[in-house]
């Protein structure tokens, strides 16, 4: 029997096309032969006609907007660091700065019947070669493999642009992201207590999860 979520989602659906046949993970040799590489649309599901198919394609300025957007309404969940309200105007800018920048910085999106229901990316951190992670997924576009499809992209950008680790904060309770990290070989560092001080006062902690590449 396949296993299952705390949702009660099964976990058994197709992995996809670019996934290694072995039930290893993919080794750093993996991704520099090629393995996912960065920028390739990857397509997840469809082929037996019951999973429906997403897409992960790197970020242009256009959808700025639309990834904005779909920040806004999953900061309304509480899920994320950012706090709602998000001023889309200002969100939107800081993406096309990023897509049209230099920098080892890049965001990907993902779309699932033509729509964008979710983004993805990397930025720099004040430390060389660590770039910060974020994925951000509309609530019904959830639980069919646009995580993993985003963080297999990220992964393999930041070996093939010479980075040497992957961080990211997430909220302790954010069971469904933490699984997903930790499937993807990340580790909890630490925590950060008391950290982030929110709108109505209260302070929260922080879990840095890592993955060294
Ligand atoms: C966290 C998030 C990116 C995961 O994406 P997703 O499309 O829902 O997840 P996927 O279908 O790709 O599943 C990937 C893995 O996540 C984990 N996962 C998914 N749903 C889960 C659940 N209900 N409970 C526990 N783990 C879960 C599993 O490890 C799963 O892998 P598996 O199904 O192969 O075992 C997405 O749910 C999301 O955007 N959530 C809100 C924003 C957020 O929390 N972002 C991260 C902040 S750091």
Not at 39 to 52: E, I
């Amino acid at each position: 029997m396949g296993k299952q979520h705390s949702d009660g989602r099964a976990g058994t659906r197709p992995r996809h096309r670019f996934a290694p046949k072995t039930k290893r993970e993919p080794s750093a040799r993996d991704y520099r032969e090629g393995w996912a590489p960065a920028g390739r649309a990857l397509r997840l599901g469809g082929r037996d006609g019951k999973v429906p198919a997403v897409n992960v394609r790197e970020a242009r300025a256009e959808d700025a907007g639309a990834m904005a957007s779909v920040i806004a309404i999953v900061a309304e969940e509480g899920v994320l660091l950012i706090e709602p309200p998000v001023e889309i105007e200002a969100r939107a800018k800081r993406f096309r700065e990023v897509i049209e920048g230099e920098s080892r910085a890049k965001l990907w999106v993902l779309e699932h019947e033509r729509r964008l229901v979710g983004d993805g990316g990397v930025l720099e951190t004040s430390a060389d070669g660590v770039l910060s992670v974020a994925i951000a997924i509309l609530p019904d576009a959830r639980g069919i493999g646009g995580g993993r499809a985003l963080l297999e992209v990220i992964v393999a950008y930041a070996f093939s642009c010479g980075a040497h680790k992957l961080e990211l904060e997430v909220w302790p309770d954010n069971t469904r992201a933490i699984g997903l990290y930790e499937s993807a070989g990340f580790e909890a560092e630490g925590l950060r207590r008391n950290h982030y001080r929110r709108r109505d006062g209260t302070l929260r902690s922080a879990l840095v999860m890592a993955r060294a590449l």
